[in-house]
């Protein structure tokens, strides 16, 4: 046993377990079940290890647990990147060694199972406490007592096997105090705010859907529920209800979890029973006037052991805390041990909440012992300092124990757009001495607080907490555009001029993020530290912004702002950096790119690259290492050129625009820094982001308007259509037809493509940004406001009109003679404009949603609300009902809903042959076409007869008139309790009413059956028909395996349907539901529309289940008898794809399969994308595909279109299985399918194995490509090639990786690939093609020699081709199919010679 093993095994032997090995690696469902673990037919297991990691100098880091595997972790440098996202520290992991430090691991075989170690960035490691570091709680733990933190080397501290006790929580019914139930806080129920809602209509016995404190203040997130003072009130839909919520009664304070035994710095520990301590509390109110509250008053007592819990002081005897009166209280404490401060505060409610505190008395009824504290201050928002909470040190020995101190709060919010706040903000600091309670930070030397790029300083005064280690911040989330971007906060402590730095860089916002509004930071070593991580973590996050710039085939320039110049490199090979936009010796292709290193060659001269040899700017030809340079990014967007081979020599010109080495001048007057812009970004078809930050983007929004806020996602994706030379329009990608505009003084999204959106592009070369300046409207400008959205503006230079585009496909110049001239271009637009106005608005742009219409309620003026003030009158026939009724109605722009129709006395309402009327604001929707009600089935009396609904327009007095006369009953008629009436135009509906007839298919899978409630709503071009309850089938049973249920949906006509959304409630896994498909007809129609699932309801994905999925359309026409179930079942097969379980597994892209068998090949069948929760780590999706008539499969192509943000794939296994035969092959795969992984290939092949013959074997195939010695023969497009063989073929593949040189396809260069294939016997036929994308796209192919052997025989075949591939040469043609010319011998070197 080696020295290190030993020393792991002696630490390990006295520290106990850590506090996550008590977890299961298998996580729970929200049912609280755990899922069975998959991948049992492996038979040959392997072997993990169960680590945990440590920071070190840490204690205050908890730990990780890595699970250590071949398949996880193929190198030990995987691992240290792996740790480097979880372990926070400034360099990342890049040192792992035994837990005193004293012996480094540099193997993962040096890894013992079960042990842990400590990670750090440097060779140094400081040795931490793992006892106290498995201490540490949880966020949503009770904090730990005073002592733990005030005695520095305690030799015995509490049992590391106790685990933390969950936090108590006391729930009060809404107006009946009496009520009450405590809950514990734990993970189970805490998974999110809905699930703890619905464990408390459990415990509660009554639907509980809001949450108040116990003043009425409403408690809006899971967050809030943590940090509250200890007692909620649970509410259903009525308000809050005023009463006497006495928590103190009911939340005596317990000893803190964890902590089970008094530490004695002597070092003798033994148990002890605290008993609760009697406390007589004096509290006497000032007596001028106006000095009493109306206010709830509470205290925190802290003492050496621990801290009480908030203590609310209630009378029963009148009204309390009244000018001049003295109010005595006893209150029972556990044993907190000799108090050393208190905490006074109200919570600032009532009419008159203002409150000025003489003076405190406290006296231990158990003892005797008094304590007097003298306040002589307001707790007041508008007096003093503002504070309603204060804190003071008691007396010993005549003496303040602490002296009270004013801290110095610097809160930082980032520079994003939208990163300010109006919410309320508050803070909690933690000292070694205690914390300071949760206080509002709302007194800033600035005018308004939180504010985007805004430093706020507060003043937070407090009882000295000692060292501070951490602090708690968040915000209640109330107010518009309340989500949060915290860079960093610093708090300076007065008393030992000591400043304390917590960095957060991170979004406090439901909507981003990990949706988290509090977090808790620990504090850096100092403030130094904090700044140079800030300074590390901008130019990271530059880089990510800017390095799509140095892709592969791209042409750059180099601007200096220093002299105003470009950066030329001449034929005779000398440089300088006064070049204009237009020199063309001032242009550069990115003909290598490995990371941040990159060849940058002369666009002009392509012998030429730039180059530092010996710290000397130059011109060299070849690839030599001096032509290799490092781009390092500074946060200003500026980029560094540094040498590779020799860190440290960068490229420099003094202002003359010479080089460093040539000029004389001072080091002031050097440059090191350059603006890099990108050839070609705005050309025709182009899809670009427009950036606002560099991690922003300018975003089109679901009811039109623009935010520069928008996450860099393919939402924000915008097609460029070139008008003519520096004129462009901004087509969404996500919602097409919607271009970007100014017109009438407003910026938004929702032009259609004529003069309105035609920009100038303004390009500034000081930081490679552009502005968008209006055609028609010169001098406005596309720019933001402070929260984003964007809006027409005067240009001032400021950076709110600056975007910095990024491309994500390149578009293309037209060829002569084919561009649109303006005349035409508007005759188009004229057309479309045509055909928009045949349509129905809904068609065009489809609707809004109910967010879009709140918000639009809120911007609007008075003169504006009125027209979208309607009466709403509702007539019900014989038969009234008392459940929920709800509204939607539909315009051709929009919808608003649901509207709840309720007052005040709901058992009024809706009453037998009684009209009830309300009042709603429905917003700008545009033309009304019809209105969805419905009811919620509650209630005694579920049925309700409708007969008629009437809108009529408050403003203008228009009428519409539903005549409804249905039954809305789950019982009688159509089984359906939400029906939808059409808008009447001269006695004729404008849509007509259809029934939709709706076929549910169940699998024939084992356990496919569900009893669970299944839901439908259908999506057209005209909107939703809202989710319908799928309740009266044809059969008696629903559901059922292989049985086919019949349903009927009546609702307007909804056009051409696109989608369908399908949910399944299952209470637990056994009744999971599979669904094989979905079929809409249409009454009269001459189609039916399918919309295919073939998957289980609910599902898991990335530890997450989804009650529901979105199926699209695919149409088939009805010319024939529907196949009976026998023969539609005939040649199916189910396919399992299993994902395998590394930690980035799943792909975003787009998986194909292709099926080969002795008669016919079928393919591709497309599996579907990961970007509708497919292909997760760790996860088995189920297919099902007919494979009829294809004869003995022999082999699958399996591989995906590299799509999507994160398209690299880890498959593990791919499990075939014929459904009548029950025959089943298990294909193993365990390779990653991406382009930056092993060979860089996207396919893999895979023989099938049967006992009867020998599968066929796996070929290596190396493919020598020849281009051509013409000018111009090179091409930077992406290369693909197909060889088919006698045995089929090996699907088009993409030539990535060459084996011989770095950039690919040069002039008389020789490339040689490899692919991997089955067997294709003799090769018959190659197809080769290129994209087309690239600045340089032509390309002349010489020939290509392709060599494979198998076991019996090899193969070398030459196919000959000289020609071009090139859209404007030769044949036009960019595919060409070759055929063997001759054999080629084994010694042969007939490929051209180089250029």
Not at 11 to 26: A, G, K, R
């Amino acid at each position: 046993m080696s020295y290190a093993t030993r020393e792991v095994n002696k630490v390990s032997t006295n520290m106990s377990e850590t506090p996550s090995t008590s977890f299961s690696t298998i996580h729970r469902t929200s049912e609280g079940q755990v899922p069975s673990r998959r991948h049992l037919s492996i038979t040959h297991p392997v072997v993990a290890k169960r680590i945990s990691f440590y920071k070190s100098g840490d204690p205050q880091f908890g730990g990780v647990r890595v699970v250590i595997n071949p398949r996880s972790f193929k190198t030990f440098d995987a691992l240290l990147d792996n740790l480097s996202r979880k372990v926070p520290l400034p360099f990342g992991v890049r040192n792992i060694s035994t837990p005193r430090g004293r012996h480094n691991i540099t193997r993962l075989e040096e890894l013992e199972d079960g042990e842990s170690y400590l990670c750090s960035h440097g060779r140094k490691v400081q040795p931490v406490d793992l006892d106290r570091a498995r201490r540490r709680p949880r966020p949503w733990l009770s904090s730990l007592a005073i002592s733990a933190h005030a005695s520095r080397h305690p030799t015995v501290a509490a049992a590391p096997s106790m685990p933390c006790a969950p936090r108590r929580l006391l729930v009060f019914r809404n107006g009946d105090p009496k009520t009450r139930r405590t809950v514990l806080l734990t993970r189970r129920v805490t998974q999110s705010f809905e699930a703890f809602l619905q464990h408390l209509t459990v415990v509660m016995q009554r639907p509980v859907t809001k949450l108040y404190a116990t003043d009425g203040r409403k408690v809006p997130s899971l967050q809030a529920v943590i940090l509250s003072s200890g007692a909620v009130v649970a509410a259903g839909k009525e308000p809050f209800k005023p009463g006497n919520y006495d928590v103190q009664k009911y939340l005596l304070p317990a000893r803190l979890p964890g902590i089970s035994h008094r530490v004695h710095r002597k070092g003798n520990a033994r148990s002890e029973n605290r008993k609760s301590v009697n406390w007589k509390i004096s509290i006497i109110t000032s007596d001028f006037p106006n000095a009493g509250t109306s206010s709830q008053i509470y205290i925190v007592l802290y003492g050496h052991h621990r801290s009480s819990a908030p203590i609310y002081l209630y009378g029963t005897d009148g009204v309390r805390f009244q000018d001049g009166h003295e109010d005595i209280f006893t209150i029972t404490v556990g044993d907190i041990g000799v108090p050393f401060k208190i905490r006074i505060g109200h919570t600032n409610s009532g009419h008159a909440p203002s409150w000025h505190c003489k003076e405190i008395q406290l006296q231990n009824m158990n003892c005797g012992k008094q304590f007097y504290i003298p306040v002589q201050r307001w707790l007041a928002r508008d007096k003093d300092d503002g504070e309603i909470c204060r804190e003071f040190p008691l007396l010993s020995k005549g003496q303040w124990v602490l002296p009270v101190t004013t801290y110095e709060v610097y809160v930082a919010t980032g520079e994003l757009w939208n990163a300010g706040t109006v919410a309320n903000v508050y803070i909690s600091v933690y000292g070694k001495k205690g914390d300071s309670g949760s206080r509002q930070l709302l007194r800033s030397k600035s005018s308004f607080n939180f504010l985007r790029g805004q430093t706020d300083s507060f003043l937070l005064e407090a009882v000295h907490l000692g060292n501070l280690y951490k602090i708690v911040i968040g915000h209640d989330g109330l107010g518009p555009g309340n989500g949060w971007f915290l860079d960093d906060v610093v708090v300076k402590d007065p008393t030992t001029n000591h400043e304390y730095a917590f960095f957060c860089h991170r979004w406090l916002d439901q909507g981003e993020g990990d949706g988290k509004i509090v977090r808790e930071i620990y504090a850096r070593d100092n403030s130094i530290f904090s700044a140079r991580q800030k300074l590390e973590l901008k130019s990271k996050e530059t880089w990510a912004a800017e390095s799509w710039k140095f892709t592969k085939g791209n042409t750059l320039q180099f601007y200096n702002r220093l002299t105003g110049g470009f950066v030329r490199l001449h034929p005779d090979g000398t440089v300088d950096a006064i070049g204009e936009k237009t020199d063309k010796y001032g242009l550069f292709d990115v003909i290598f790119n490995k990371g941040n290193i990159c060849i940058f060659r002369s666009h002009e001269m392509r012998h030429l690259s730039l180059a530092l040899d010996n710290g000397f700017v130059t011109g060299m030809a070849g690839r030599g290492t001096p032509t290799e340079l490092r781009v390092i990014y500074q946060h200003s967007r500026c980029a560094l050129l540094e040498s590779a081979l020799v860190p440290g020599h960068t490229l420099v010109f003094d202002r003359q625009g010479r080089r460093a080495e040539e000029s004389a001048a001072g080091y002031a007057d050097l440059s090191k820094e350059f603006v890099i812009l990108v050839k070609g970004v705005f050309l025709n078809s182009a899809v670009i982001l427009l950036a606002t930050s560099l991690c922003q983007a300018l975003c089109l929004q679901s009811d039109g308007t623009c935010t520069g806020a928008g996450n860099q996602s393919e939402k924000s994706y915008w097609k460029v259509h070139k008008i003519s030379s520096g004129i462009c329009m901004f087509e969404s990608t996500k919602n097409t037809q919607m271009y970007l505009r100014i017109k009438d003084g407003l910026c938004d999204g929702t032009g259609t493509g004529d003069a309105d959106c035609h920009f100038k592009i303004k390009k500034n070369l000081e930081n490679a940004s552009i502005s968008l300046e209006s055609v028609k409207s010169p001098g406005l400008f596309v720019g933001l406001q402070p929260d984003g959205k964007a809006k027409a503006v005067v240009y001032t230079k400021e950076e709110n009109v600056c975007f910095y585009p990024q491309v994500i496909q390149f578009g293309r110049e037209n060829p002569m003679g084919m561009s649109a001239t303006p005349i035409q271009r508007e005759g188009q637009i004229q057309k479309s404009e045509n055909q928009k106005k045949m349509l129905p608005a809904s068609e065009v742009r489809g609707p809004l949603p109910t967010s879009a219409t709140k918000i639009l309620h809120s911007q609007t003026s008075e003169t504006l609300l009125s027209e979208n003030e309607w009466k709403v009158s509702v007539l019900t026939g014989d038969t009234g009902t008392q459940a929920s009724v709800t509204l939607w109605i539909y315009g051709d722009e929009g919808v608003t809903g649901p509207i709840s129709l309720s007052k005040d006395s709901p058992e009024q309402l809706f009453l037998p042959r009684h009209k009830a009327e309300f009042q709603v604001e429905i917003g700008s929707i545009g033309e009304i076409y019809k209105i969805r009600i419905g009811h919620d089935g509650s209630s005694r009396q579920p049925e309700w007869s409708l007969q008629r609904v009437t809108m009529q327009h408050m403003k203008s007095k228009k009428v519409l008139d539903f005549v409804a006369d249905v039954w809305l009953s789950q019982i009688q008629a159509d089984g359906d309790s939400v029906c939808e009436l059409p808008v009447m135009k001269e006695g004729q509906p404008i849509f007509p009413l259809v029934k939709y007839q709706v076929e549910v298919y169940t699998g024939q899978l084992k356990q496919a059956e569900t009893e669970s409630e299944v839901s439908l709503c259908l999506y057209g071009e005209r909107g939703d028909s809202g989710l319908r309850l799928l309740h009266k089938s044809n059969m008696p049973v629903r559901f059922r395996r292989g049985q086919i249920d019949k349903f009927q949906v009546e609702a307007v006509s909804l056009g051409k349907l696109q989608k369908v959304l399908l949910r399944c409630e299952a209470c637990d896994k056994s009744q999971y539901w599979y669904c094989e498909k979905i079929v809409v007809m249409e009454p009269g129609a001459a189609s039916e529309s399918i919309f295919t699932c073939e998957r289980w309801l609910p599902f898991m994905s990335e530890g997450i289940i989804h009650s529901e999925i979105e199926l699209y359309h695919q149409e088939m026409q009805i010319n024939h008898q529907p196949k009976i179930q026998e023969e539609a079942n005939d040649g199916d097969w189910k396919v399992t794809i299993i994902t395998g379980d590394l930690e980035s597994a799943g792909t975003t892209a787009t998986v194909s399969l292709y099926v080969y068998g002795g008669t016919r090949y079928l393919g591709p069948i497309i599996l579907g994308s990961g970007k509708h929760q497919l292909f997760n780590s760790n996860s088995a999706d189920i297919f099902k595909i007919n494979l009829q008539d294809i004869g003995e499969i022999y082999k699958i192509r399996i591989g995906h279109d590299n799509s999507g943000k994160d398209p690299s794939w880890y498959l593990e296994e791919v499990r075939l299985e014929n459904i009548a035969t029950s025959e089943v092959f298990c294909l193993p795969v365990d390779s990653w399918l991406a382009e930056d992984e092993n060979e860089g290939d996207t396919w893999r092949e895979i023989p099938i194995v049967r006992t009867s013959a020998a599968p066929l074997p796996v070929v290596v195939y190396e493919i020598h490509i020849y281009t051509g010695r013409k000018p111009g023969a090179e091409t930077d497009c992406n290369v693909f090639i197909n060889l088919i063989g006698t045995r089929g073929d090996s699907g088009k593949r993409r030539l990535h990786q060459s084996k011989s040189n770095k950039a690919r396809f040069q002039c008389g260069q020789v490339d040689i690939f490899s692919i991997k294939a089955v067997s294709l016997g003799k090769l018959k036929t190659v197809v080769i093609s290129h994209d087309g994308t690239g600045p340089g796209n032509g390309w002349f192919l010489e020939s290509i020699v392709v060599k494979s052997e198998e076991e019996e025989s090899s193969q070398e075949v030459l196919f000959l081709c000289n020609r071009w591939l090139d859209e404007y040469q030769d044949d036009g043609k960019t595919e060409r199919e070759l055929i063997p010319e001759r054999r080629h011998s084994a010694g042969g070197g007939s490929g051209p010679t180089t250029c």
